[in-house]
Nanobody
Framework: QVQLVESGGGLVQAGDSLRLSCAAS????????MGWFRQAPGKEREFVAA????????YYADSVKGRFTISRDNAKSTVYLQMSSPTPEDTAVYYC??????????????????WGQGTQVTVSS
């Protein structure tokens, strides 16, 4: 079992930058693939970005590619999501998720075993 705690959400203006963090409770975090998902009101949870256990491989949804960057610091058991040039369409609750299998197997929420509680990101125009 691993606990994930997101932070860094809030209200931001379109075009500003925001960095989300997700801290994991276990040292074995370094073996986990990590993902970020988001869910807007009335919509299904959707994939945003993911990284393999080493950080060598990263994956992005087309909607955020070139604007968001996922990274991780295994020494700190933390994964980040740098959001650049956000738009109001990026407004959602953002969740981090962990897959103990280490590699990114897919982009569906069912591929991940552990979830944080989420952090709200609101982008104003």
């Amino acid at each position: 079992q691993v606990q994930l705690v997101e932070s860094g959400g809030g209200l931001v203006q379109a075009g500003d930058s925001l960095r989300l963090s997700c801290a994991a409770s276990r040292r074995t975090f370094s073996y986990y693939a990590m993902g970020w998902f988001r869910q807007a009101p009335g919509k299904e949870r959707e994939f945003v970005a993911a990284t393999s256990w080493s950080g060598e491989n990263t994956y992005y949804a087309d909607s955020v590619k070139g604007r968001f960057t996922i990274s991780r610091d295994n020494a700190k058991s933390t994964v980040y999501l740098q959001m650049s040039s956000p738009t109001p369409e990026d407004t959602a609750v953002y969740y981090c998720a962990a897959d103990p299998r280490g590699r990114v197997r897919g982009y569906h929420p069912s591929e991940y075993d552990y979830w944080g509680q989420g952090t709200q990101v609101t982008v104003s125009s």
